[in-house]
T-cell receptor, first 114, second 113 residues
């Protein structure tokens, strides 16, 4: 099992550009999450999904959109990137019937917006 | 609203010394509690978790944590740290019937040789 993978690992965008981050998991987990990590701020939840075709907002959803068309994939989109979105983005997944929401994390995507 | 507080941003201990990282939470019901570790440039790895039963929980890498409901705390401990324990540690809290987990801001552990 590859676990949780994220594509790309690094990206540099100019202000106003768009991009999509891909998260994939091969553990058949129901729940998937997108977080951003900034120095001194811990992990903050952007959006999450409790199943295929469903998404919900987290703590900091503004400027981001998500889609979960397939159970194994969770996409995070930035329609018009801003320097404030420079961050490290982590995806996580959870099998809810096992271990009460223990999350498995991907390796992260480092995004810089200039 | 749910919250997690890690009062110490940085902690420095000598190799071989004991360690305690503090975590306090504010949650409405019986919480699920987690400690994760993040090495530089890496993702997060689960160290241990608590959701019921014995309030002293054993984890990987020789770590343990104790749930104290009366103090709303879930402190992480290790009797003797190793240089490889230098990392950032995150406490996290979830709740049954809630789909989300809230993370603290982290404590960065430095080890002196």
């Amino acid at each position: 099992n590859a676990g949780v993978t994220q594509t790309p690992k690094f990206r540099v965008l100019k202000t106003g550009q768009s991009m999509t981050l891909l998260c994939a998991q091969d553990m058949n987990h129901e729940y998937m999450y997108w977080y951003r990590q900034d120095p001194g701020m811990g992990l903050r939840l952007i959006h999450y999904s409790v199943g295929e075709g469903t998404t919900a907002k987290g703590e900091v959803p503004d400027g981001y959109n998500v889609s979960r068309l397939k159970k194994q994939n969770f996409l995070l989109g930035l329609e018009s990137a801003a320097p404030s979105q420079t961050s490290v983005y982590f995806c996580a997944s959870t099998h809810v019937r096992d271990s009460a929401y223990e999350q498995y994390f991907g390796p992260g995507t480092r995004l810089t917006v200039t | 609203a749910q919250s997690v507080t890690q009062p110490d941003i940085h902690i420095t201990v000598s190799e071989g010394a004991s360690l305690e990282l503090r975590c306090n939470y504010s949650y409405g019901a019986t919480p699920y509690l987690f400690w994760y570790v993040q090495s530089p440039g890496q993702g997060l790895q689960l160290l241990l978790k608590y959701f019921s039963g014995d309030t002293l929980v054993q984890g990987i890498k020789g770590f343990e944590a104790e749930f104290k409901r009366s103090q709303s705390s879930f402190n992480l401990r290790k009797p003797s740290v190793h240089w490889s324990d230098a990392a950032e540690y995150f406490c996290a809290v979830g709740e049954d019937r809630d789909d989300k987990i809230i993370f603290g801001k982290g404590t960065r552990l430095h080890i002196l040789p």
